[in-house]
Every structure is written in C-alpha cells, then in structure tokens.
C-alpha cells in the first residue's frame, strides 16, 4: 500500500486532525478527500490551463488546495472554519499563489475576487453545493469550467431532462448555461470521516452561447423559479401564485410558444424558459 492509497490516507488525515485537535465537524461538510486519484480527476474534468484562477470552497486541509496550487497560475480558497488555518497556512507555506478567503461562500462578494476566477473546482460542502454552483453561474460570468463533487442525487439534479422526476428550477439554468463534461462515480471510502451518502465529481463548462442571455439572466432566474415554485400546479398557477405574472400575460405567453395552456413546469425544455423570461 502506497501513501495515495485511501485507507492510508485516511489514517495520515485522520492523525492529523487529531494532531491539531480538531474533531470534523459534519454540519460543516467536513469529509476531507482522501485519495490523491480522485485529486487528479478533479484537476483534469476541470480542463486546467496554467494560467487559470480557480474558486475553490473549502480547501479543508489543502489536500486538493495544494495540487491546484501546483497546477494553475492562481487559487483562491474560500473556507469556514478558522479552526482550520494553523493546518491550511502550514500546507501553504511552500504554495505563494494561494489566497485564503475566511467566511461563509455564500455570503461574501465573491465577484469582488481579483484576479476573476476562470474555474470553480472544490469537494463542496454538500448544505451548500446547489445554491453555490447555482449563484456562480450568473454572479461569476467570467468562469468557464467547473469540477465540483456533489452528493449524487444533486448531481444527477443539475442536468436532469425535462418530464424526469429530478428535472427542476436547478436543471433548466444549469442546462441553459452549461453542458456536462463527465461525472465519476465516487465511493464513500475515499473521505474521512466517510459522509452517509454518496458523490459524484461532475464536470461542465460555459455553453458558448451563453453570453446572449446574460443580460436577461437575472430575470430567466426569477421566472424558472416561479415556474418550479408550485410543482402540482400548472405552470400558469404556479406563475400567478408566485407572483412572477398576471395570469392573462402568463397565458398569452404560452399560447406564443405554442403549448398547451394546462402544461406543467416540467414538461417544458430548457431552451423555452428564455423567451417565456422575455414575454413576462
Ligand atoms: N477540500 C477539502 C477536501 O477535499 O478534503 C475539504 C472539503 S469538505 C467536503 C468541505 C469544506 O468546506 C470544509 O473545509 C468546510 O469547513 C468548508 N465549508 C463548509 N461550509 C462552507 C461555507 N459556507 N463557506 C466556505 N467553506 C465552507
């Protein structure tokens, strides 16, 4: 057994954690990445080029911090926990081009980050994984590739077809802005502490033509999320009880796209909800 294989990983983690005093804390996320493979999958769905500025949250104890480092021009590591900068800023040492942000991702003003991210690569914590991806597909325009591990029931979320259980809001501005790489199926064995669900390391970038809905996006955002906010309605009620629309302009608009006037939000492709942004 090498030092890359997970359960000695895992020991070298956990006797680390226990070195600092630190006991994991799960309502934070904190499964730390174990397996230097996986670090290596992560660096090459995220399509790396040297002179790339990545996001990434949660750097946790460097693990993946430390090869992105190694990899690109500039990492910017967003954490949490400030119990964890004696392990980060030791880690760190030796890497100049990382810049440690502390708070909450959500939070802070991640457009203010200078240089501009090109690539968001992280071991997500999973509470937040959704809303974090979601936010940097407009509030981050500059960014070009992603790698993220989710949980799997997320991932299989973010490109979901139309008329699909797991299709929602999250689909369809996932499916507007971006197209899927790859995505790798990944055991819980390869964390420490292992999380009681599983994970998928998904990959997409920026669709090229996503640039002519970004100055709609802020209102394509708001009516897929009133169009998904009632799912056992029909698009139209939903829009009227979310008060996205009247219901005579919700109406008209879907006579324009031609559909039938009792549809509902999943029925519709992605591709409609830009011109549905437009009418109301
Ligand atoms: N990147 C490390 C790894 O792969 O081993 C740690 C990943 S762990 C799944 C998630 C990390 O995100 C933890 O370090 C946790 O403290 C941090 N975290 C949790 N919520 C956060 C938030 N809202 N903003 C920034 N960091 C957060």
Same mark, same amino acid.
């Given at each position: 057994m090498t030092a890359a294989d997970p359960p000695a990983r895992a020991q070298v983690t956990v006797a680390r954690l226990r070195e600092l005093g630190l006991t994991p804390d799960t309502r934070l996320g904190q499964h730390f990445l174990v397996d230097d493979n996986l670090v $290596? #999958? &992560?660096?090459?769905? &995220?399509? %790396? $080029?040297? *002179? *790339? #500025?990545?996001?990434? #949250? @949660? !750097? @946790? +104890?460097? #693990?993946l911090t430390a090869a992105l480092a190694d990899a690109v021009r500039l990492v910017h590591a967003v954490e949490i926990d400030r119990r964890l900068a004696p392990a980060l800023e030791r880690t760190l040492e030796h890497h100049g081009n990382v810049r440690l942000h502390w708070g909450d =991702?959500?939070? +802070? *003003?991640? =457009? =203010?980050? *200078? !240089? $501009?991210p090109s690539a968001f690569v992280s071991n997500l914590p999973y509470q937040v994984s959704t809303p974090l991806i979601v936010e940097s597909l @407009? @509030?981050? !325009?500059? %960014?070009? $590739?992603w790698a993220v591990m989710v949980q799997r029931e997320a991932a299989e979320r973010l490109f979901a077809q139309a008329g699909t259980p797991a299709y929602g809001a999250v689909s369809v501005l996932m499916r507007l802005a971006c197209e899927r790489t790859g995505a790798h199926a990944v055991s819980r064995a390869v964390f420490a502490p292992p999380p009681n669900v599983d994970s998928t390391l998904i990959g997409f970038r920026r669709r090229s033509d996503w640039g002519a809905l970004r100055d709609a996006w802020p209102q394509i955002v708001r009516v897929v999320h009133g169009a998904f906010s009632h799912r056992r309605k029909t698009l139209v009620n939903a829009l009227v009880l979310s008060g996205t629309a009247s219901r005579s302009v919700a109406e008209a608009a879907l006579a324009e796209l031609g559909v039938p006037p009792g549809i509902r939000a999943e029925a519709l492709e992605p591709e409609r909800y830009p011109f549905l942004a437009e009418r109301l």
């Open positions: $290596r #999958v &992560a660096l090459r769905l &995220a399509e %790396l $080029r040297t *002179d *790339d #500025v990545v996001l990434e #949250v @949660g !750097p @946790g +104890l460097a #693990v =991702a959500l939070a +802070l *003003d991640l =457009a =203010a980050l *200078d !240089p $501009r @407009g @509030g981050l !325009p500059q %960014l070009e $590739r």
